[in-house]
């Protein structure tokens, strides 16, 4: 098969000993972009995967990522927002920072700031003065200052950005995105060692993916996938202090905390695989994703055969991940989602339709499947105010199905 890119080298060591696992055919290039109609959402390309491990520091990524795919205007993280669950784990996220690091009064940097929610709330809580940079901004957002007092730039985060003397330097959900991640840590340690400041990194665990064979979490935009182990030795390497190390959000988001000022070197902290755990994690998750995708693919063909609706409850790009990894997008048709801005928009690749909890009514559906087990008890409060006896699966326990009837008398028991 012929790869229009091909990368023959690990981009945070330049090894050679790379090690293919996992390989998609066709995966949607742009699964959180929405579209007005399902056509223009169909054109989207699709184009290969091929999850590649580094064996000599660890770093896993898409070995033919085409990098010259714009980024999406909307993050994952952002649409979470609408999550009361999400919201007060960036809440306490915030607390904890301007706490920790007495960010009260200072100015704050935001690389990949998405619609500006965190760097708001940040700089709301510790009447902090901010700076947002993001080159999947709005354009009528650049520029311009919000009430709080942060002022956002549509623009990609580079060397001019360090002009900008800051006291905290702020990374969520960003490195995953970009193709060559030692560049960008390395950018961001420069402007921190210049300025003494704090760096605060967050991106999902890649572990957990591994050990659930959580294929749904595997998308084009995330081109590479950090474990603890990975981040924390690749941050190391480029000469940061790691003050802390941390898994929060229900294990599932990786928070590294540093600083750029020279120290002696520490850790490891406990939560850093070794090489060999990570090694061993890839090789059976090779070994088991591909009966993953049988059995679920079994489960909802099976309700296609007896004509029963079957519906995802979660972000666009987890769905349209799994629904493409399992060869089932004619079946899973629907995408519910919180975030009203989304209802009636058609996702990027698959053409699946985002609905409103509220759709479900006339969709009666036999079977619903979370795409986030944290979020299981919030969806399952709305299937019971909507009043829905469907089956409800969280997709990391599909054997576990809960009745929404029955949940409602074991809420109040
Ligand atoms: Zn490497």
């Known amino acids: 098969m012929h790869y229009d890119n091909y990368i023959s080298q690990c981009l945070c060591c330049n090894s050679d000993k790379l090690y293919e696992f996992y ?5 949607p290039i742009e699964s959180l972009q929405l579209f007005e109609d399902s056509q223009s959402a169909l054109s989207v390309p699709r184009l290969s995967f091929i999850m590649t491990l580094c064996e000599d520091c660890g770093f896993i990524f898409n070995r033919c990522h085409n990098a010259i795919v714009k980024k999406s205007t909307t993050s994952y993280h952002e649409n979470q927002a609408f999550s009361p669950k999400y919201r007060e784990f960036c809440e306490n996220l915030a607390a904890r920072l301007i706490n920790k690091y007495n960010l009260s009064g200072k100015k704050i940097l935001e690389i990949g700031c998405g619609s500006g929610f965190f760097i708001s709330l940040i700089c709301e809580m510790g009447k902090n003065k901010g700076l947002g940079i993001d080159p999947a901004l709005d354009p009528l957002q650049s520029d311009h200052e919000d009430d709080v007092g942060v002022e956002f730039k549509n623009d990609y985060y580079a060397e001019t950005h360090h002009e900008y003397v800051v006291d905290s330097i702020i990374c969520r959900h960003t490195l995953e995105h970009v193709i060559d991640p030692r560049n960008l840590s390395d950018l961001i340690f420069r402007h921190a060692s210049k300025d003494d400041a704090v760096v605060c990194i967050e991106v999902p ?5 591994l050990e659930e064979n959580a294929f749904w979490d595997i998308y084009y935009e995330h081109c590479c996938y950090f474990t603890s182990g990975t981040l924390a ?12 190390l941390r898994k929060d959000f229900g294990e599932q988001y990786i928070l590294l905390e540093a600083s750029g000022a020279p120290a002696p070197v520490n850790g490891p902290f406990p939560i850093e695989e070794p090489l060999s755990q990570l090694y061993r994690q890839v090789r059976s998750f090779e070994a088991e994703v591909e009966s993953a995708r049988r059995v679920w693919r ?12 079957v519906v995802l409850w979660g972000s666009s790009s987890k769905g349209a991940a799994f629904a493409a990894a399992i060869d089932c997008i004619k079946e899973l048709p629907y995408i519910v989602n919180i975030n009203p801005s989304q209802h009636g928009r058609y996702v990027a690749g698959t053409g699946q339709k985002m609905i409103s909890p509220l759709a479900l009514r006339e969709l009666a559906p036999h079977l619903v499947i979370n795409m986030n087990a944290l979020y299981q008890q919030e969806i399952m409060a709305d299937l019971r105010t909507l009043n829905l006896g469907c089956d409800l699966r969280s997709i ?3 054997d576990r199905v809960l ?5 409602m008398d074991l809420g109040s028991a």
């Not at 665990?205 to 993916?209: A, G, N, P, T, Y």
């Not at 030795?233 to 802390?244: A, H, K, P, T, W």
């Not at 079994?298 to 609706?309: E, M, P, Q, V, Y």
């Open 298 to 309: 079994r489960i909802i063909k099976s309700h296609a055969d007896l004509g029963h609706n």
């Open 403 to 407: 009745r929404a009837g029955q949940v």
């Open 233 to 244: 030795r690749l941050f190391r390497s480029i000469g940061y202090e790691i003050v802390d």
């Open 23 to 27: 390989k998609i055919k066709e995966l």
């Open 396 to 398: 990391s326990e599909k």
């Open 205 to 209: 665990d890649s572990l957990r993916i």
